[in-house]
């Protein structure tokens, strides 16, 4: 355990790129998935066959290959791009942080389409027409019915894919972001003690998922409580 | 010693569902070839009684005794006892990923061993009791409520149980079908097989019955034979109920 | 034009000849998983506390830490230990190819076990009752009545967890195995083409993926078929 001594401030601004990752990816998978459910839910031909392909695409290729593809493919394009206006610039890439953050975004937020679809269409019909016979208009039977309950239906899921969100920001390591296996690989080189190192990883992670969890029972808790105890 | 010894004891039985008491002192004797219905308002403990006479549910004390071994948490021949006792239920319950036929096989290859022709014999026999042979190499999915019903009844049958209890069985079945279930039922009695029966059919509460008990809030309030029990009713529970199923 | 054609033509070849190792990783694991998969979900519903924690534990575990940290635990992480290097393991454990398996079969176990654990759930209760009322023992209702039924009813979170797992093999890539995302990341170290390589790539996996689809449609079909009313 003395190994560790010296790395636990590497460990926790490991941590703290972890949870920038998973903060901005959770705004932008949301973001995805939104624009991914209301294409498919839309009338539009074009836009029904382009949520399409995107869902089929991102759930058939491994996340790591689109990570790569987003990091190098951009490193190489801006590089290109630069070498225009400077010839002596021989490599230009995005920030690893961003490439992963948008790539992991662009996967969850994939399955988040279906989820959201799932959510809006899940929404009793019943209760939609019971508001606007209420007299409600359309925008406050939106907020004050359809939401409420979307959220109720949706929350389990979107639960799983917070969980997804936060297992995948690992995957960043791989093009060099310093989050934590990245820290726990130059404390290997240092101290040979590789099992503790990633171990220490591990629990961050399991930690970052309990509170995920525990978060989303809480949530869960809230949005049901209309439903306990008839 | 009585002389003719019950098939079915029941003494002092009590059962809790956490603190709700679904059965309060429960005490009867079901002699053999009797046919006895049993009837009550919902949450009155009717099934739970007869659940427990096959311990789908455990009672809390008291005795139950069937056919000389009594009902334990200690059983090691449970299923041996439940092997004699037939049960047919309100949802009938049949397997769906199996055939009428594989249906009515599978316990007694299982339990009983019987070779696979002579278990398919016994199947076929029942089928044809229950008047739908033909449909034996369908799936339960393909027949109607009545016919599953019956399918249940065969099912039970080809185990030839000493004992039948039935646990509203016509409850989940729309109308039109709810007397080709009763049909076979009628049959099995006036060939003098023991019954239990949860169900609101007074009409074969009447014709077949040799007792009718009557639950509620988890007591035997009232038994007696058809007549006593439906002309001169002597409890106002009993009564009160009476009126509100023939005002349905 | 013609140069990015004639270099995708010749990586597709290459890494096509990692597809074999693709689907080493995936069926070997795929088949052990299955089976710790099996045994943690007979543990969780054994009703005996000292079976049911551990797996419970176990599942919470794998299910709550990335894939990749549990590679690199057991590739980078395990040789630490000397007795680890000394036991019969270490023949597996030394090379990428063996922890890549062991880390895919010890995180799809755990996530097959719920999904099979799901399926027991949906399993009407009424129906082992009705196993009960007949004489089956305990044994007997689970292999006969519950077992066949809860299968069928997790095979749709079954084929997607497949799909993940099939994804999850390209991280071997990043401990030494050269399957098809080992191989591709080789040659667009050498050719520096990532877009051609990898979206080749990509929709090699989609194909694939497209089979496993396909291949699970149709047993569930076959499994499902009780669940059919006749055509009138």
């Not at chain 1, 690989?185 to 990883?201: D, E």
């Not at chain 2, 059983?75 to 249906?103: C, W």
């Not at chain 3, 890549?100 to 027991?120: K, Q």
Request: include cysteine; charged fraction near 15%.
């Amino acid at each position: 355990m003395e190994a560790l001594n010296g790395w636990w401030d590497d460990y926790f601004w490991g941590s703290v790129v972890v949870f920038k990752i998973f903060i901005t990816s959770l705004i932008l998978m949301v973001i995805f998935g939104l624009i991914g459910a209301m294409a498919k839910l839309s009338n539009n031909r074009i836009a029904q066959k382009l949520a399409a392909a995107y869902t089929v695409i991102f759930r058939g290729t491994p996340e790591i290959l689109v990570i790569l593809l987003l990091y190098f493919g951009s490193a190489i394009t801006l590089t290109a791009i630069a070498q225009i206006f400077n010839p002596d610039i021989k490599f230009l890439d995005i920030p690893p942080f961003w490439a992963g953050t948008f790539a992991i975004s662009v996967i969850v937020g994939s399955y988040a389409t279906e989820t959201f679809r799932g959510a809006f269409l899940g929404v009793d019909p019943g209760s939609v027409e019971a508001a606007r016979a209420l007299g409600l208009s359309n925008f406050k039977t939106f907020i004050y019915v359809r939401i409420p309950e979307m959220w109720r239906i949706a929350l389990p899921p979107f639960g799983n894919h917070m969980l997804s969100l936060i297992k995948d920001t690992a995957l960043i390591s791989i093009i060099g972001l310093n989050e934590t296996l990245y820290v726990a690989k130059q404390a290997t080189s240092v101290t040979s003690k590789p099992f503790t190192m990633y171990i220490v990883v591990g629990c961050i992670y399991l930690a970052f998922s309990t509170a995920i969890t525990l978060t989303v029972m809480g949530l869960e808790k809230y949005a049901n409580h209309h439903l306990e105890d008839a | 010693m009585n002389k003719i010894k019950p098939f079915i004891q029941m003494q002092n039985v009590e059962k809790f569902f956490g603190q709700f008491q679904a059965l309060k002192n429960i005490n009867l004797e079901v002699q053999k070839g009797e046919r006895i219905v049993v009837c009550g308002p919902s949450g009155s403990g009717k099934s739970t009684l007869i659940r427990c006479i096959n311990r789908l549910e455990s009672h809390n004390s008291g005795h139950i005794i069937i056919d000389g071994t009594e009902l334990t948490d200690q059983m090691e021949n449970i299923d041996a006892v439940r092997s004699e006792v037939g049960m047919v239920f309100q949802s009938f319950n049949l397997f769906p990923h199996m055939t009428i036929l594989k249906n009515l096989m599978l316990a007694q290859r299982l339990v009983r061993k019987t070779p696979k022709e002579e278990a398919k014999k016994i199947a076929m026999h029942y089928l044809e009791r229950v008047k739908i042979p033909e449909q034996a190499d369908k799936y339960p999915i393909h027949l109607s409520g009545g016919q599953q019903q019956r399918v249940a009844i065969a099912r039970a049958l080809c185990m030839k149980p000493a004992v039948m209890l039935f646990d509203e069985p016509t409850s989940a079945l729309d109308p039109e079908m709810i007397n080709e279930v009763l049909e076979v039922m009628t049959d099995l009695a006036k060939e003098g097989m023991t019954m239990i029966c949860v169900t609101h059919e007074m009409g074969f509460a009447r014709s077949v019955a040799d007792r009718v008990i009557f639950m509620d809030q988890g007591e035997i309030v009232e038994q007696a034979t058809p007549e006593e029990f439906f002309d001169s009713p002597k409890s106002n529970r009993l009564k009160l109920f009476m009126q509100q199923i023939l005002t349905h | 034009m013609n140069e990015s054609v004639s270099l995708i033509f010749d990586s597709v070849l290459q890494m096509l000849g990692g597809i074999g190792m693709t689907f080493q990783l995936m069926f070997v694991s795929g088949i052990l998983g299955l089976l710790l998969a099996i045994i943690l979900l007979l543990m969780r519903i054994s009703g005996k506390w000292y079976l049911n924690w551990p797996a419970q534990a176990y599942i919470y575990v794998f299910r709550g830490t990335p894939i990749l940290v549990q590679i690199f635990i057991i590739y980078y992480g395990l040789p630490q230990f000397e007795f680890i290097r000394d036991s019969i393991f270490w023949p597996i454990l030394r090379e990428g190819y063996g922890c890549a398996i062991v880390g895919l079969i010890l995180n799809s176990g755990a996530y097959v076990s719920e999904i099979l654990r799901g399926g027991v759930i949906g399993v009407n209760p009424g129906l082992g009752e009705a196993g009960s009322a007949l004489g089956l023992s305990a044994r007997q209702r689970f292999i006969h009545i519950t077992a066949p039924i809860a299968a069928r009813l997790a095979l749709p979170a079954y084929s997607n967890e497949i799909i993940s797992l099939m994804k999850s093999t390209a991280l071997a890539s990043t401990i030494t195995v050269m399957d098809m995302t080992g191989i591709a990341r080789t040659i667009v170290a050498e050719t520096y083409a990532p877009y051609e390589i990898f979206i080749s790539l990509a929709i090699i996996y989609m194909i694939l993926t497209f089979f496993i689809q396909k291949s699970f449609g149709r047993i569930e079909n076959f499994l499902g078929r009780y669940t059919k009313q006749l055509e009138i």
